[in-house]
């Protein structure tokens, strides 16, 4: 929604290459996670973060709380990290609500 | 292992009919749940959240209800659709404190 904006919207990879997906909050936000859109629509979960970083593989995650930001990145791409990651964010007035990004829709090219 | 199930898969329904998606989650109990929609080419909105049997808080209003009968069952209805509610609809579960979610599979709506 409008509490997070998230940058590129469309991002084009080279396969070995890496780059980083951003998320903007308007406040200072509890936690946030990074999601996965599978084949069907669905959302998977990349990361939870209450802070610092966490990784998993090629991919690592980032929340600055204070800063107001969260980046997920990618390095070394694979053909098959092609796909769309949502950042989801909640807020400290009630963290049972999450505000997610538009997207970003990763196309990994040989 | 937890499981969510979500029905039905998809459905072609008419303006001004009813609706009622379930949602089921196993494995775990007195989980957090949630539903989301997302209208074609938006951004994915929260529309409730219950965290316990019988209590459910609206996030957003689109004219949907929503609400939990049963531990491991939450379900959303209207008795009118509009052409608006048109979109995917996504259940998800958490446990409380850190509120990993865990989506299902999701349904797909088409008012028409």
């Known amino acids: 929604g409008d509490q997070v904006e998230q940058s590129p919207s469309a991002l084009s990879l080279h396969e070995g290459t890496g780059s980083a997906l951003r998320c903007n909050f308007t406040t200072t936000m509890r936690a946030v996670q990074w999601f996965r859109k599978n084949s069907r629509g669905s959302l998977i979960n990349l990361f939870y973060l209450a802070s610092g970083t966490k990784e998993n593989g090629r991919l690592k995650s980032a929340f600055d709380s204070k800063e107001r930001y969260s980046t997920l990145h990618i390095r070394d791409a694979q053909l098959e990290d092609s796909g769309t990651y949502f950042c989801a964010a909640e807020d400290w007035t009630n963290y049972n609500v999450l505000y997610f990004g538009s997207g970003t829709k990763l196309t990994v090219e040989p | 292992a937890q499981t969510i199930h979500q029905w039905p898969v998809a459905e072609i329904k008419a303006v001004g009919s009813p609706l009622s998606l379930g949602c089921t989650i196993k494995?775990?109990?007195?989980?957090?749940l949630y539903w989301y929609w997302q209208a074609t080419g938006g951004t994915l909105q929260q529309l409730f959240y219950?965290?316990?049997?019988?209590?459910v808080e609206s996030v957003v209003q689109l004219n949907l209800s929503a609400s939990r009968p049963k531990d491991d069952q939450f379900i959303l209805s209207t008795e009118k659709l509009l052409l608006s509610h048109s979109g995917f609809y996504l259940c998800?579960?958490?446990?409380?404190?850190?509120?990993?979610?865990?989506f299902g599979a999701g349904t797909r709506l088409s008012v028409l």
């Open positions: 998800a579960w958490s446990l409380g404190g850190e509120n990993t979610l865990y």
């Open positions: 219950s965290i316990t049997v019988g209590q």
């Open positions: 494995g775990k109990s007195s989980p957090n």
